[in-house]
DNA sequence: CAGTTTTATGCAATTTATTGCATATTGAGT
DNA sequence: ACTCAATATGCAATAAATTGCATAAAACTG
């Protein structure tokens, strides 16, 4: 009970195929959920047979069929109930971090390349991040209720991404230091 | 291959038994990592039975018996391959910001609820990650090697929780808003 | 026209995680 | 003696996620 929100979120506003579905989570929502395209269309299937979600197949000109999903009413309602559950914090799971635990002079150097290339992996997202902050959210305070909340989330993953940049410059630097000790000896 | 690590970088210092192991998680590590007992007790005897980890059974006064479980030489270098290994981003999976795409008025007081409540569990996190901070981590530069990467990670989570909890006073600031509109329309 | 990429959907097997239950010792409270 | 809480370990069932493979239409590439 957890991908299937994210994808009856996705389908709030635009009914969508499972390919289409798929990359949607690579953009907007992609910060806070990530699936494979082969999660989406199971769970497209279970939503479907629980009555949450309506199946229509859709010809096209120049590409294969592709089935497009709408929530239905008792979809709907079942999201309504789910915003007003509970929800429970989600630890990060990062390899990144528990690898520092394991810090030695033998994997500073590799332990640096890894934050250098999350560092440029943010660096990209962020970017578009903020083009569609400028381009959509530029007003918050005129946006419509729905679009606020989106807004927010979007302003949680931009903060985040800022924040981890620093930390990974911060990061180097200190691994720097313990790789040179290792070279004078040699 | 994930959790396993975790574990195994918790007993990279200390031995330790499931039960001890399981509390670890919800404090030091538990910022980059959660898991239940079950699976903390399933993955050690997976381990043990890669040759990764080695059982001792240690009886107690006052309590019942206890397995420790040690690294193993073939457990030592299993962990420096992987620290070496490339690691994937893996994304946060929280469902307040899914369900923030879902905001209207008949749910913001509940959500901005909610935030409230994450708030309160991130303050109560971060004063304890302060708390040892100060106590092990006051110099970093001074630091030997293993314990400069865990100061990173720490460094991380805290940054991370404070960037949190201003954004919680945001949201729930933008949130105030759309919940009062609702009242003068009536 | 052969080969590759993009669009589009799916099955099967395995691994990982969660949920619920079961067991057993010891100490403290009533 | 009974109950409760903390310590300590585990099984079984289910759910969720990953990995690998399979199919197929159309467009673009050479």
Redesign the pocket.
């Known amino acids: 009970?957890?991908?299937s929100h994210a994808i009856m979120t996705a389908l709030l506003e635009d009914d969508m195929?499972?390919?289409?579905l798929a990359k949607a989570f690579d953009i907007s929502l992609g910060l806070f959920w990530?699936?494979?395209?082969?999660?989406i269309?199971?769970e497209?299937?279970k939503l479907a047979d629980r009555g949450w979600l309506q199946r229509e197949t859709v010809a096209?000109a120049?590409?294969?069929d592709?089935?497009v999903y709408a929530l239905t009413e008792a979809g709907r309602s079942a999201m309504a109930e789910w915003v007003m559950g509970n929800s429970r914090v989600q630890e990060g799971?990062d390899d990144l971090f528990v690898k520092l635990y394991n810090l030695a002079e033998s994997n500073a150097a590799h332990l640096a390349m890894e934050i250098g290339h999350r560092r440029e992996q943010m660096m990209q997202r962020l970017y578009l991040y903020e083009k569609i902050r400028r381009r959509h959210y530029a007003d918050p305070t005129a946006l419509p209720v729905r679009r606020k909340g989106v807004f927010l989330a979007l302003l949680a993953g931009i903060r985040q991404g800022e924040h981890f940049l620093a930390w990974c410059d911060e990061a180097q630097a200190i691994l720097a230091t313990v790789d040179g000790k290792e070279s004078d000896g040699g």
């Open positions: 009970m957890a991908l195929s499972g390919y289409e990530r699936a494979s395209h082969q999660q269309y199971q497209l299937h096209q120049g590409k294969p592709k089935i799971k």
